[in-house]
């Protein structure tokens, strides 16, 4: 059996009056890419936050690797997701005013690594994902794709045990889309990475080892 790497229990998160997760349990094997499908509205991106520690939940608990997340304080929280997790969105969130290689440096240099040491491995994850000659443009100066596959190789920079993606595809065209769930997918088979990740887009689901679907707050099925 593979070893468990986020356990979540009866998860429940409201917003005033809505009640957007109503129970999730959801057990992730390290090294597994899981999907997280469901039509808009049904809470995905809120259990993907939630799991993420970067929204607090309400009642369940969630455990990463043993010990309790769902119970942390803010400042606990925000060293969790800086130092073991990466996080991919839609619209890449690269720092505008610094070029590719400052950017995918950055979390490194905040969490207080030696500025070679950070600035050799910006280098080698740009290589990787094949912007090495890109390094010193700035976002503005890159396509949607390019710009993406800087935010993998800057949510790669802490080596991060869990990747979580929301909607990571969503804005670029199937070419690009396919290229950066290659990309993403390849990076955590090679590292032994766990990636929980939220799409509408059954061609993009079809990257993971299982999906799951949320429905009305609740997981309503379960693929592979
Ligand atoms: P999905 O990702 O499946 O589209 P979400 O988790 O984004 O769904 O949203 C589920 C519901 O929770 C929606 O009705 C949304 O309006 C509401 N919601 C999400 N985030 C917030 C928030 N920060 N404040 C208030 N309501 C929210």
Avoid: C
């Amino acid at each position: 059996m593979q070893e468990i790497i986020i356990k979540a229990k009866g998860i429940e998160k409201s917003y005033g009056k809505t009640k957007v997760l109503r129970g999730v349990s959801l057990d992730v094997g390290r090294g597994e890419i899981l999907a997280i499908m469901g039509p808009s509205g049904s809470g995905k991106s809120t259990l993907l936050h939630s799991l993420a520690a970067i929204t607090a939940i309400d009642d369940g608990s969630i455990v990463f690797l043993g010990d309790r997340i769902d119970n942390l304080n803010d400042k606990e929280r925000t060293l969790l997701r800086r130092k073991r997790f990466g996080f991919v969105f839609q619209f890449g969130q690269l720092v505008p005013e610094l070029s590719a290689v400052d950017n995918v440096a950055l979390v490194a240099l905040l969490n207080g690594e030696d500025k070679t040491i950070a600035y050799q491995r910006a280098e080698r994850l740009l290589t990787e994902v094949g912007l090495i000659k890109k390094k010193l443009l700035l976002p503005s100066e890159m396509s949607g794709g390019e710009m993406q596959r800087v935010a993998i190789a800057r949510a790669m920079a802490v080596e991060p045990e869990i990747l979580f993606a929301d909607e990571p595809t969503g804005s670029l065209d199937s070419f690009n889309s396919q290229r950066v769930m290659e990309l993403m997918t390849d990076m955590a088979r090679k590292y032994g990475m766990t990636i929980i990740m939220v799409t509408h887009e059954p061609s993009i689901a079809a990257y993971a080892d299982r999906e799951i679907v949320v429905r009305d707050g609740q997981i309503s099925g379960v693929k592979k």
